[in-house]
């Protein structure tokens, strides 16, 4: 019952995703959720370089990460960005109010450390803060923006997160969209992420998501990601039970984001990875990864470069997917992907265990009740395990073994070209308004 109700709202949220003005940032970046590396959730604010100086927040830590980003293939996956977060600067301003990099960590200045990221064919990312300073006590932008701005852009950064710490959330809804117009007038592209509308909601203020999508390429919508599994399942749940809010408000040039991958750490089993990635590639998320990658083992850094999940959270089309069903720890989450045939989509599928009972459960269902009706049928594969299920027809059942605890099977259904001999071959080119009606006529 709950199963057929959810798919009702794929209808709902079909329409409101594309019928819904939903015009993003116009900077040209971000047209799939970004990836890479960013510093925060495994290195934190450690400035000891004396005592710890493998780990601290300093330049050789971001060159090194630089490094083995393009050396262990991780860019050759797509991961692009190299971004500093808290704790990289001075905590004073200079004579002429600039900020500048913290002299013993960041010995050859911000720019010199972009251009490094630059020659290796990456991009380069920093952190600021809309308040009077950073979360961790840092210079904040407020009363600077134009000049910080403009130093960003002199530095070569391509991605500015801009936290929103010593803020006032009422304050946000004009100083996000004021900082965002001061990185434009500096005419350097930047993917700009906002922390905006967390804020706004730990303050009990409602945010204003038209406005948010117009000045943001990302967003923070829940708490900081932890070194935990109950983490990642609050992310989890939040995404599920507010996506009637949050879904519409991605696309591409805008994301929602659940925060960083922490594959590879301390504090998630490798079944429990598996569904980090999986789930992140169903909300279209970005795909940060804040590891060690100088110690990563290679069973986690296989799943970061899994190429057939990271092409379903880069899918084109942009459409975040929703969770269908959730019922006795068990749920289904679902995403419409390319290629569409007619008026049916492709589907990535992810089936998620969160039962604690431990042995796997069977989930059985078949493709017409995930709301996957193509009569031509879909190619069905595992994106984890080397199983092709071959061409399924919407009556098939299918049936996934899930392990338990916090475990994922996923898998991709590709809709079939029907070839019907009596079809009147109009080969009109997909719209996505065409498809939204035919779809709401059934
Ligand atoms: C600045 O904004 C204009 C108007 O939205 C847009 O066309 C342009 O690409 C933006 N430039 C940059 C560098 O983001
Ligand atoms: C930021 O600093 C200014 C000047 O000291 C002060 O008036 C303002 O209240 C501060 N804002 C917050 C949110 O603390
Ligand atoms: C939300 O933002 C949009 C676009 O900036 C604006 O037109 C609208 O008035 C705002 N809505 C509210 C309720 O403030």
């Given at each position: 019952m709950a199963l057929w109700k959810s798919v009702g709202l794929w209808t709902v949220c079909v329409v409101l995703c594309l019928l819904g003005k939903i015009s993003g940032l116009?900077?040209?970046?971000?047209?799939?959720?970004?990836?890479?590396?960013?510093?925060?959730?495994?290195?934190?604010?450690?400035?000891?370089?004396?005592?710890?100086?493998?780990?601290?927040?300093?330049?050789?830590?971001?060159?090194?990460?630089?490094?083995?980003?393009?050396?262990?293939?991780?860019?050759?996956?797509g991961y692009e960005y190299i971004n500093v977060d808290d704790c990289w600067p001075e905590r004073e301003r200079d004579a002429r109010g600039r900020l500048v990099p913290d002299r013993e960590r960041f010995p050859y200045g911000m720019k010199s450390l972009a251009d490094y990221v630059h020659s290796k064919g990456l991009k380069f990312g920093i952190y600021e803060?809309?308040?009077?300073?950073?979360?961790?006590?840092?210079?904040?932008?407020v009363g600077?923006?134009?000049?910080?701005?403009?130093?960003?852009?002199?530095?070569?950064?391509?991605?500015?997160?801009?936290?929103?710490?010593?803020?006032?959330?009422?304050?946000?809804?004009?100083?996000?969209?004021?900082?965002?117009?001061?990185l434009n007038l500096t005419n350097r592209q930047m993917v700009y992420s906002c922390?905006?509308?967390?804020?706004?909601?730990?303050?009990?203020?409602?945010?204003?998501?038209?406005?948010?999508?117009?000045?943001?390429?990302?967003?923070?919508?829940f708490d900081d990601i932890q070194d935990s599994w109950a983490s990642v399942e609050s992310i989890i749940d939040y995404y599920g039970?507010?996506?009637?809010?949050?879904?519409?408000?991605?696309?591409?040039?805008?994301?929602?984001?659940?925060?960083?991958?922490?594959?590879?750490?301390?504090?998630?089993?490798?079944?429990?990875?598996?569904?980090?990635?999986?789930?992140?590639?169903?909300?279209?998320?970005?795909?940060?990864?804040?590891?060690?990658?100088?110690?990563?083992?290679?069973?986690?850094?296989?799943?970061?470069?899994?190429?057939?999940?990271?092409?379903?959270?880069q899918d084109p089309l942009g459409i975040q997917g929703r969770r269908i069903y959730k019922h006795r720890g068990i749920e289904i989450w679902s995403r419409p992907i390319l290629p569409i045939q007619g008026q049916y989509y492709s589907y990535a599928v992810a089936f998620v265990n969160r039962r604690t009972d431990g042995t796997p459960s069977d989930v059985a269902v078949t493709l017409r009740e995930l709301g996957l009706n193509n009569p031509a049928g879909y190619r069905v594969e595992d994106l984890y395990?080397?199983?092709?299920?071959?061409?399924?027809?919407?009556?098939?059942?299918?049936?996934?073994?899930?392990?338990?605890?916090?475990?994922?099977?996923?898998?991709?259904?590709d809709a079939q070209p029907s070839f019907a001999f009596?079809?009147?071959?109009?080969?009109?080119?997909?719209?996505?308004?065409?498809?939204?009606?035919?779809?709401t006529k059934k």
């Open positions: 116009d900077n040209g970046l971000a047209l799939t959720p970004p990836m890479g590396w960013l510093a925060w959730e495994r290195f934190r604010c450690n400035t000891d370089c004396k005592n710890d100086p493998d780990n601290c927040i300093s330049d050789r830590l971001f060159r090194t990460m630089t490094d083995i980003l393009v050396s262990e293939g991780y860019a050759a996956a803060d809309y308040g009077n300073f950073t979360c961790a006590g840092y210079p904040g932008v600077h923006l134009s000049g910080d701005a403009a130093t960003f852009a002199a530095w070569g950064v391509d991605y500015v997160k801009l936290d929103g710490c010593y803020a006032l959330p009422a304050d946000m809804d004009f100083g996000y969209p004021e900082f965002g117009r001061q922390s905006w509308p967390v804020y706004q909601i730990y303050a009990g203020i409602q945010p204003n998501f038209s406005s948010i999508i117009e000045h943001c390429n990302l967003w923070r919508n039970n507010h996506q009637d809010v949050i879904v519409p408000n991605a696309g591409p040039g805008h994301w929602n984001d659940p925060d960083m991958l922490i594959i590879g750490n301390f504090g998630l089993s490798y079944e429990q990875s598996k569904t980090q990635f999986a789930i992140w590639a169903i909300l279209a998320a970005p795909l940060l990864m804040s590891v060690d990658l100088r110690t990563i083992r290679p069973e986690y850094k296989a799943i970061l470069q899994n190429r057939k999940i990271i092409d379903v959270d395990e080397d199983v092709d299920y071959g061409v399924l027809s919407p009556q098939t059942k299918i049936k996934v073994k899930v392990n338990p605890s916090g475990s994922v099977v996923i898998l991709r259904a009596n079809s009147i071959p109009t080969r009109t080119p997909y719209s996505p308004l065409n498809d939204v009606f035919r779809l």
